[in-house]
């Protein structure tokens, strides 16, 4: 598809060396334009108007689903690429809920990232094959199993899995929980994961439902 005029990237990274070596690397490429790049700090947003925006989801100091968040919120139509090394499902889940566009392993090559920021930028929803696999076999297994009541009420929780649901149920994100349990928010994703499996649930706010019943 070509386009009327380059492609404006933004770039949210608080990652300075991986940010600015995107950066040089997209500016080396015709009909593309780095407008901007920045860390977490997303106050230029009301500035910038990009075509695109290159979230990365690790971000230190917040969490990228409320930045992503944010940016829809200023800015309905914003078209936002997830970038992340080993993508979970209800990490994937919670993003496509929000409203982004499209998401890009960081292990892919430049062509495959370069064609998603085109698909993208085009008005297209692009997920990489492997992770659509895994993630709609997941959503199949979820509609098949799909869950009464009283098949729920079996399900047997750990301790520490039941306090995670409470605490979702409060509207906590990960990395709340992770201080509030006083463990890592990585650990706290692996007891939401498992979870999610055991109630044959897909998104936070379904589990939020199941805490409040």
Not at 61 to 70: I, R, T
Not at 78 to 88: F, G, H, S, T
């Amino acid at each position: 598809m070509s386009f009327g005029h380059p492609i404006t990237i933004a770039i949210i990274d608080d990652n300075r060396l991986v940010r600015d070596a995107l950066a040089a690397m997209l500016k080396q490429v015709a009909g593309v334009s780095v407008v901007t790049s920045a860390g977490a700090d997303v106050t230029f947003l009301t500035e910038t108007k990009p075509d695109v925006w290159l979230l990365d989801v690790g971000l230190r100091d917040q969490e990228s689903l409320h930045v992503a968040a944010a940016l829809l919120n200023e800015n309905a139509h914003a078209k936002i690429i997830v970038m992340d090394i080993i993508p979970v499902h209800e990490d994937i889940m919670e993003f496509v809920n929000t409203g982004v566009s499209g998401f890009v392993l960081k292990d892919s090559t430049f062509d495959d990232f370069l064609g998603t920021i085109r698909s993208v930028a085009a008005g297209q929803k692009v997920l990489p094959p492997r992770m659509t696999q895994s993630l709609f076999s997941q959503i199949a297994k979820a509609a098949v199993r799909g869950g009464t009541a009283e098949t729920l009420d079996e399900v047997r929780m750990t301790p520490r899995e039941s306090e995670v649901i409470a605490l979702i149920g409060e509207g906590l994100s990960n990395k709340e929980i992770a201080q509030r349990l006083e463990i890592a928010t990585h650990t706290v994703k692996s007891h939401v994961r498992n979870v999610m499996e055991k109630l044959a649930l897909h998104t936070r706010l379904q589990i939020a439902a199941y805490s409040r019943r």
